[in-house]
């Protein structure tokens, strides 16, 4: 089944040690997309990838950084890790950019910081 | 500037009993989406049902059906003859014209009680 799959499901860094996050599909889906989700929240983009235009989000801290090497892979990269980074990050894709379709999530990897 | 509002934060349900979860929405685009997206305890974000301003009838998908009212801008999502595997958090959620980012509403939690 075509699907989107983020590795690993969870992951646990040191405070101020980067840290990278992979999501990959099979879907062959123009976009990409990276959600942050804390504890009891609703989930919130980061940044997303159209094809190889990437469109960050105003209020996402430069902490954060994204690379798409291909149309299969995406990654997030957490330079410096602090406490408050510590929440499930959700990769999704969709076909485009045109209002209306679906976005299809990956499982999800949950970041635990020491 | 769009905004999703879930004003239920947890329901119970009865087993095989029908449930409404309700959703208000606030957006100056006259062209927009709507959807719905189950989140179980493991985390990841399942694709429900979708609505688009311009539809004139009701979106359904299985039990899963979505009562959109335009004028009073709500899209309320019924899920009919409930199981247990239907106890998870659900999120509506809005795509604007330009672009297909998500905004989330804050979630309604749902427990199935056998």
């Known amino acids: 089944d075509a699907m989107v799959i983020q590795n690993p499901r969870y992951q646990v860094t040191q405070f101020g040690k980067p840290v990278t996050l992979s999501c990959s599909q099979t879907?062959?889906?123009?976009?990409m997309y990276w959600y942050q989700q804390k504890s009891s929240q609703a989930p919130k983009l980061l940044f997303h990838?159209?094809?190889?235009?990437?469109?960050n989000e105003a209020d996402t801290p430069d902490n954060f950084q994204s690379r798409r090497p291909n149309t299969s892979f995406c990654f997030l990269d957490i330079r410096s890790p602090g406490l408050g980074d510590a929440a499930m990050y959700l990769c999704?894709?969709?076909?485009?950019?045109?209002?209306?379709?679906?976005?299809?999530f990956g499982d999800g990897t949950r970041l635990s910081i020491l | 500037a769009q905004k999703i509002t879930q004003t239920q934060p947890g329901m119970f349900v009865q087993e095989k009993e029908a449930v409404t979860l309700d959703c208000t929405y606030d957006?100056?685009?006259?062209?927009?989406?709507l959807f719905w997206y189950k989140q179980p305890s493991s985390g990841e974000m399942i694709f429900l049902i979708y609505?688009?301003?311009?539809?004139?009838q009701n979106a359904t998908e299985g039990r899963y059906s979505l009562n959109f009212q335009k004028a009073r801008k709500s899209a309320n999502l019924v899920i009919s003859a409930s199981q247990l595997g239907d106890s998870a958090m659900y999120f509506c959620?809005?795509?604007?014209?330009?672009?297909?980012?998500?905004?989330f509403g804050g979630g309604t939690r749902v427990l199935v009680k056998p």
């Open positions: 990838y159209y094809d190889k235009d990437f469109n």
């Open positions: 879907l062959n889906h123009n976009v």
């Open positions: 609505q688009g301003s311009y539809d004139e």
């Open positions: 959620a809005m795509t604007e014209a330009a672009g297909n980012k998500l905004t």
């Open positions: 999704a894709t969709s076909r485009d950019v045109t209002g209306g379709q679906p976005q299809h």
């Open positions: 957006t100056s685009d006259q062209s927009y989406g």
